[in-house]
């Protein structure tokens, strides 16, 4: 049997069968998974560069178990990797994006663990986030609504503090008169979760957005009863100057 090794499975990892991609994906798995160093892991990056992209493909795949499985190894490289993944985040980010549209909860929500992951384990939030944004604008709904679900769990997750929102709010502004009712009820769930770690600044700068008055009302309802719930969260986290600054209407006005 050949040994098995980072060169072995570059090529392995092209093969289009779904039972032989299924195969070899378990036999990478259990290579990833063993204890101890990798000796040739980055020895050739080409291979691994190689085994990264043939990867990504199966997470595009039709058959949702390649998909999964793909997802899963480029989880277990991240876990091997860490922040030496990052050079491959452009590489995977738009089949991540286009998986959060999935017709599966569980690829969608797959998906999205390992967008989180790549925050917590390979680079800032923010950074993932700057190469994510261009799906608020995706054309599967499903996928626009994955952006807005995940950004409430990068709020529950890390906080406000990491994140950019000036760069963010302006996608949820145009989602909230989205053609589809599950986006636009989605974008307003984010929105009030930045209010919760942000507070009154967001409901300012929302008004001079020149959002529809039924729709800003239906906004500052959900602001309201948060407020008074008892559900902000400003105590917890501190917000850096630089993203209160953010949200001032000069920010935000074309």
């Known amino acids: 049997m050949e040994p098995r090794s980072m060169e072995y ?30 000796p040739d892991l980055e ?9 990264i992209d043939a990867l990504t493909g199966w ?26 993944f990052k050079s491959y985040i452009a590489m995977v980010i738009v089949a991540l994006i286009d998986r959060m549209g999935d017709a599966k909860d569980k690829v969608r929500d797959e998906a999205q663990t390992l967008i ?14 700057e190469q994510l944004a261009s799906g608020f604008k995706h054309k599967n709904f499903r ?13 529950n997750i890390f906080g406000a503090q990491p994140l950019v929102l000036s760069k963010l709010v302006p996608h949820l ?8 009712s599950q986006v636009r009820d989605a974008a307003i769930l984010a929105i009030v979760e930045i209010y919760r770690h ?5 409901r300012v700068d929302l008004s001079k957005r020149g959002i529809p008055p039924a729709r800003l009302e239906i906004i500052f309802a959900k602001f309201d009863e948060v407020q008074n719930s008892g559900g902000m969260i400003l105590s917890v986290y501190k917000v850096r100057v630089e ?12």
């Open 143 to 155: 996928s626009r609504e994955g952006m807005c679900l995940c950004l409430i769990e990068t709020l």
């Open 59 to 84: 997470v595009g795949s039709s058959n949702y178990r390649v998909s999964l499985m793909g997802l899963e190894i480029l989880s277990a490289f991240v876990d091997r990797l860490s922040t030496r």
């Open 9 to 38: 499975f570059s090529t392995q990892v092209q093969q289009k069968d779904v039972g032989g991609r299924l195969q070899i994906g378990q036999e990478l798995l259990i290579y990833l998974g063993a204890s101890g160093a990798i």
């Open 243 to 254: 993203d209160m600054m953010a949200f001032l209407p000069s920010m935000f006005i074309p």
């Open 198 to 202: 942000v507070g009154e600044k967001v």
């Open 173 to 180: 502004c145009i989602l909230f008169g989205d053609s589809n």
């Open 116 to 129: 989180l992951k790549l925050m917590d384990q390979v680079a800032p939030p923010m950074h993932i986030w």
């Open 43 to 51: 020895e050739d990056l080409s291979c691994l560069g190689k085994t």
